[in-house]
C-alpha cells in the first residue's frame, strides 16, 4: 500500500486539508506564546488551567510541557524543547511531516494512507513510548508544581 494513494477528488479530501490546518493553527498559536521559564504551564497563557495531575499529585502528567516544549522548538530553542519534553521535538517533526504529507496529497488529490498494518505499528509504538516515558516521568519526578500552580490549587 501507497504512503499517497492517486485517483481521489479534493472534496473527497477534506480531512487531509483540515489536518494541515490544524497544523498551522497550533504552530501559529505557538509562535505567539512565550516557552514558560519553569518547563511547563505555557497553555496557561491560553487562559486554560494548570494540569490536574501537578495539582493533585504535584508530578507531571505523561502530556506535562510539550506545549512548552513545541514552543521553544516553534522559537528555535531546540534545547530548551528538548529539556522540557524530550519526546516534544519528536512528536512535533512527526505532526509537522504528517501536515505537510496531508497538504501534498491534497493538492495532487492522493489519499495519505494512515490504514496500513505498518502504520497502525509504528503508531503503536509511538503511543507506547509516549507512555511509558511519561508514566516512569510520572514516577520519579516529585515535586513539580510551580508556586503559581501552589497558589492556583490553595487558594
Known amino acids: 500500500m501507497a504512503l499517497l494513494e492517486p485517483g481521489y477528488e479534493k472534496t473527497a479530501l477534506k480531512s487531509q486539508a483540515l489536518w494541515f490546518g490544524f497544523w498551522a493553527v497550533l504552530t501559529t498559536i505557538g509562535a505567539f506564546l512565550k516557552p514558560d521559564s519553569s518547563g511547563h504551564g505555557t497553555h496557561q497563557q491560553l487562559g486554560l488551567p494548570p494540569c490536574p495531575s501537578v495539582l ?7 502530556g506535562c510541557g ?10 528555535g530553542n531546540v534545547q530548551l524543547a528538548f529539556h522540557v519534553h524530550p519526546l ?3 512528536l512535533y517533526a512527526l505532526f509537522t511531516i504528517s501536515a505537510f504529507l496531508a497538504l501534498f496529497g491534497w493538492v495532487k488529490g492522493r489519499r495519505f494512507s494512515t490504514d496500513s498494518v505498518v502504520f497502525n505499528r509504528i503508531m503503536f509504538v509511538i503511543v507506547a513510548v509516549f507512555l511509558c516515558f511519561g508514566l516512569t516521568r510520572m514516577a520519579i519526578t516529585p515535586h ?9 490549587f490553595y487558594r
Open 144 to 152: 513539580f508544581a510551580t508556586t503559581r500552580e501552589h497558589w492556583f
Open 56 to 62: 493533585l499529585f504535584d508530578r507531571p502528567c505523561p
Open 66 to 75: 510539550l506545549t512548552t516544549s513545541w514552543t521553544a522548538l516553534i522559537h
Open 88 to 90: 516534544g521535538p519528536p
